[in-house]
């Protein structure tokens, strides 16, 4: 099956710093997602995102399918922000999603 | 809130038990995964249902099984429970289940289910 690595496993920053997570896949997609489960536990859809550009706040995210990598960047990071990061990612004809084993974020007052 | 609900959000039973575990879709999705996160393992797939019928199968023990019900709620059983089998178990669901890239196969999730097996 389709393998998926995230870089870096973890991340310590100071609040108001910039960070960049990435996602390598094996294999082609179709569909692929960025999701935060803060520190109770809850898997917060950030991003949905195949191909191309998206913003959301202080979140964006890029997905470049023919390179096989997606990246998630946060920009003035806040303590909110701890939590651990996943991406997922499906390919074939139905969306039964791998993923990584997450950026794990610590932001520090 | 992803609008998908799951009950009981905590559950604390004893090796051999079964339990139930139930899941809400969001309103107009058809599609309802089950997940196990654990410490060493991470997020594993479980099963799909769409629209009543199973459609996909992960790495799901033969100990454990799922339907889902014609108004689309879902229940995962877990049976003859051990240790190794505690965990967080999450619902998602989605409005299908396609190629193609199509934002109608976005999962949201649950808040998940905390089983401890003692």
């Known amino acids: 099956g389709i393998q998926v690595e995230q870089s870096p496993p973890d991340l310590i920053l100071q609040e108001g710093a910039n960070s960049t997570l990435r996602c390598n896949f094996s294999d082609s997609v179709n569909n692929l997602q960025w999701f935060h489960q803060n520190p109770w536990g809850q898997l917060i859809n950030l991003f949905y995102i195949p191909s191309g550009t998206k913003q959301n706040g202080r979140l964006s995210a890029t997905t470049v399918a023919t390179e096989r990598y997606s990246l998630l960047y946060i920009s003035s990071s806040q303590t909110t922000d701890s939590g651990v990061y996943f991406c997922?990612?499906?390919?074939?004809?139905?969306?039964?999603?791998?993923f990584g084993r997450g950026t794990s974020l610590i932001v520090h007052p | 809130d992803s609008g998908v609900t799951q009950t009981p959000k905590h559950l604390i039973t004893a090796t051999g038990q079964r339990v139930t575990l139930r899941c809400s879709p969001r309103?107009?999705?058809?599609?309802v995964y089950w997940y196990q996160q654990s410490l060493d393992q991470g997020l594993q797939f479980l099963i799909q249902?769409?629209?009543?019928?199973?459609?996909a199968k992960g790495n799901i023990l033969e100990r454990f099984s799922a339907q889902q019900f014609p108004d689309l709620h879902s229940e995962l059983n877990l049976s003859s429970l051990e240790l190794g089998d505690s965990a967080l178990y999450f619902c998602?669901?989605?409005?299908?289940?396609?190629?193609?890239?199509?934002?109608?196969?976005?999962?949201?999730f649950g808040p998940g289910t905390r089983l401890t097996v003692l």
């Open positions: 998602a669901s989605s409005h299908q289940s396609g190629g193609g890239g199509s934002s109608y196969n976005e999962q949201f």
């Open positions: 997922a990612v499906g390919s074939g004809g139905s969306y039964i999603p791998t």
């Open positions: 309103s107009g999705d058809l599609s």
């Open positions: 249902y769409y629209n009543g019928e199973e459609r």
